[in-house]
């Protein structure tokens, strides 16, 4: 059981160039979330997944796009990198979002990407 | 919307006793998670809140109070290998967690 894997760990880009992270849970978790960290701004999600074949915007979608066609992978992708999107990327799933769980969010290792 | 206050940083002695607060802003939620995050690493769960009070799992307990719309995570018997980030984030059932900006703890020696 590898929980939450996360390709690939490190990643760096030039100005304009796209690239695709790819995220694999194998708990069977419905819900799927990408969050970007950095320094002093805690975790912010930029998109997530309800489910296969569903996708919603986070807090901070601008410049990101997402695809969940298969239940255990949430792929993000960058079309047109920025150094803006230097980061550290954190994947995570749960089982729900539900009223009476504690929604537990299981991340993974994370994806260090640097723009240059 | 909904948004959460931490402080940015506390520091405490190897063996002693910290308290790490979360107020919140919310027009309504299901409880309060708090999560560690050690340097380099991924963030991991660690203690829920449903109803108001006091919840203990070891050396680690956290509290709500609705009433004040705080939390505190309290760290006893502190070690070392706790110096760590700890966010607070408010689950509010259909939507995603939202996350506190995190208190960095450094335990000293």
């Known amino acids: 059981n590898a929980g939450v894997t996360q390709t690939p760990k490190f990643r760096v880009l030039k100005t304009g160039q796209s690239m695709t992270l790819l995220c694999a849970q194998d708990?069977?978790?419905?819900?799927m979330y990408w969050y970007r960290q950095d320094p002093g701004m805690g975790l912010r999600l930029i998109h997530y997944?309800?489910?296969?074949?569903?996708?919603a915007k986070g807090e901070v979608p601008d410049g990101y796009n997402v695809s969940r066609l298969k239940k255990q992978n949430f792929l993000l992708g960058l079309e047109s990198a920025a150094p803006s999107q230097t980061s550290v990327y954190f994947c995570?799933?749960?089982?729900?979002?539900?009223?009476?769980?504690?929604?537990?969010?299981?991340f993974g290792p994370g994806t260090r990407l640097t723009v240059l | 919307g909904q948004s959460l206050e931490q402080p940015s940083e506390v520091t405490a002695v190897e063996g002693a006793i910290v308290q790490i607060n979360c107020t919140y802003q919310?027009?309504?939620?299901?409880?309060l998670s708090w999560y560690q995050q050690h340097d380099g690493g991924a963030p991991t769960f660690l203690s829920y809140?449903?109803?108001?009070g006091l919840e203990e799992t070891g050396r680690f307990s956290s509290f709500l109070s609705r009433s004040d719309s705080y939390g505190y995570l309290l760290l006893q018997e502190l070690q070392m290998k706790d110096s760590a980030s700890y966010f607070c984030a408010l689950n509010s059932g259909n939507t995603p967690l939202v996350f506190g900006k995190g208190t960095r703890l450094s335990v000293i020696a």
């Open positions: 708990m069977n978790h419905e819900y």
């Open positions: 919310t027009s309504g939620f299901y409880g």
């Open positions: 809140n449903a109803l108001d």
């Open positions: 997944s309800v489910g296969e074949g569903t996708t």
């Open positions: 995570a799933s749960s089982s729900t979002t539900g009223k009476s769980s504690y929604n537990e969010q299981f």
